[in-house]
């Protein structure tokens, strides 16, 4: 089956800087990789979407990259904020079976003013 | 707009206890519908999914099942739960057979078996 890592641990970044958080996978390759934040005692709220031919998607202060041959996507964060802070999830819909769809352990960000 | 709805909110139940937890969405049609659970400090990790009325994908054996009896309404129980079901329950939804549809979330049931 596939798997899913995200860094378990905690991001600590001073605010204003740029957070940068990583989603490696195994197995199939995805056709989409979207990004999810997730506020304590919440369901996921949904941010970005890559497709498998796109190299970088763009939103506001969001970018996300994705390159298959390493199998992994960054999600970054620029001009940071408190309010920034959460769990990010990345999550994998699998191309042969696009109604599947597996969620990282997300990695909690932090940041400091 | 579409909307998502899960009760309860929060669930205390006794070990052997039954259990059934409810999702309905509003504002579309023919929706993939999800249910997730997610342990303290962990991922997401998929229970069942559905593309259709009565038809239901199942990802983790264990002693929860789901039933979609209508369109719109999606439905976890649980004959006799165990302490290992606690955790937070979220219900989703996607658009049917759009590949790379964002997945929209309920609020949760948060469980906690003792």
């Known amino acids: 089956s596939q798997k899913i890592e995200q860094n378990s641990e905690a991001l600590n970044i001073q605010e204003g800087k740029t957070a940068t958080l990583t989603c490696n996978y195994t197995?199939?390759?995805?056709?989409?990789l979207q990004w999810y934040r997730q506020d304590p005692g919440r369901g996921p709220v949904f941010l970005l979407l890559i497709r498998e031919n796109e190299k970088e998607k763009r939103k506001e202060r969001l970018k996300v990259t994705f390159d298959t041959t390493l199998k992994q996507s960054l999600f970054h964060i620029t001009a940071s904020q408190p309010a920034d802070s959460a769990t990010y999830l990345c999550?994998?819909?699998?191309?042969?079976?696009?109604?599947?769809?597996?969620f990282g352990s997300g990695t909690k960000l932090n940041v400091k003013p | 707009s579409q909307t998502i709805h899960q009760w309860p909110a929060t669930l205390v139940q006794p070990v052997g206890s039954p259990l059934s937890l409810e999702c309905t969405v509003e504002g579309t049609s023919n929706p993939n519908l999800y249910w997730y659970r997610q342990a303290a400090g962990r991922g997401l990790q998929l229970l069942f999914y559905?593309?259709?009325?009565?038809?239901i994908s199942s990802e983790v054996p264990q002693n929860l099942s789901a039933s979609r009896p209508q369109d719109r309404q999606f439905i976890l129980s649980s004959k006799k739960l165990l302490l290992s079901d606690s955790g937070f329950y979220l219900c989703?939804?996607?658009?049917?057979?759009?590949?790379?549809?964002?997945?929209?979330f309920g609020p949760g049931t948060r469980l906690l078996v003792l």
């Open positions: 559905s593309v259709g009325i009565g038809q």
């Open positions: 197995n199939y390759s995805p056709a989409y």
């Open positions: 999550a994998l819909d699998i191309s042969y079976n696009f109604n599947k769809f597996y």
């Open positions: 989703a939804w996607r658009l049917y057979e759009r590949a790379g549809g964002t997945q929209y």
